[in-house]
């Protein structure tokens, strides 16, 4: 059983740049979500995707958005970079179903200069 | 709004200590929750999963508890070794029929000394 997976693992960008991140699912699950972590910091939550569709955000502004593909894996896309987008963003997938435990990846570490 | 809390923020332990981490939510309206470790600059893995339906889950040395009427959580961990150095989040889960988001605490740091 493969995990969850994540790509890259660092980008350095600069602030007004756009970014793409992105997420492979752990096999047999189908939704996906996404955190951002600020260093020291709980994650926060950003939204979640489930057949290909947002069902859920948090208090993340609209240049923050995302997609699932229908195999399941996910891009986080982040316009007009600012300086406190700096973070660890991690993505978590989980099967809809009884638990919903959720499975996190290794994480993208994006810090923009 | 859920609100997490998790004490102390940071705890240092001689190898062999049992201990006791503990998380605290405002909202008792909760679907599951979640302790996770993790490591420096590492994703998060997860320990023990508790529906809410639960009072407690054990794997190997760790033992997690629910009182979701006091809104309260517990991690147990026994015989600490140096290898459970990391820093420790519980999350709460809210499922609004769309799906489980989580909401975390700030984490306990542990540092086990040998």
């Known amino acids: 059983e493969t995990g969850v997976t994540q790509s890259p693992t660092h980008l350095i960008k600069t602030r007004g740049q756009q970014v793409t991140l992105r997420c492979s699912s752990q096999s047999g699950h189908n939704t996906v979500s996404w955190y951002q972590q600020a260093l020291g910091q709980g994650p926060q939550f950003i939204f979640q995707y489930y057949r290909e569709e947002e069902n859920g955000r948090g208090n993340f502004p609209p240049r923050f958005s995302g997609l699932q593909f229908p195999n399941y894996s996910s891009e986080l896309n982040v316009n007009a970079l600012e300086l406190d987008d700096s973070a660890l963003y991690l993505c978590?997938?989980?099967?809809?179903?009884?638990?919903?435990?959720?499975?996190f990846g290794p994480g993208t570490r994006l810090t923009v200069t | 709004k859920q609100e997490v809390t998790q004490i102390p923020a940071a705890l240092s332990v001689p190898e062999g200590e049992n201990l006791v981490l503990n998380c605290s939510f405002t909202?008792?309206?909760?679907?599951?929750l979640q302790w996770f470790r993790q490591d420096p600059g590492k994703g998060l893995t997860s320990l023990l999963l508790?529906?809410?339906?639960?009072r407690e889950q054990t794997s190997g040395r760790l033992n997690a508890s629910l009182d979701k009427s006091s809104g309260r959580s517990t991690l147990y961990i026994a015989a600490s070794q140096p290898g459970d150095s990391a820093t420790y989040l519980c999350a709460v889960g809210l499922d609004n029929n769309a799906g489980n988001m989580l909401t975390f605490g700030g984490g306990t740091r542990l540092m086990v000394k040998p």
């Open positions: 508790i529906q809410s339906s639960q």
């Open positions: 978590a997938s989980s099967f809809r179903g009884k638990t919903y435990e959720q499975y």
């Open positions: 909202d008792s309206a909760i679907y599951n």
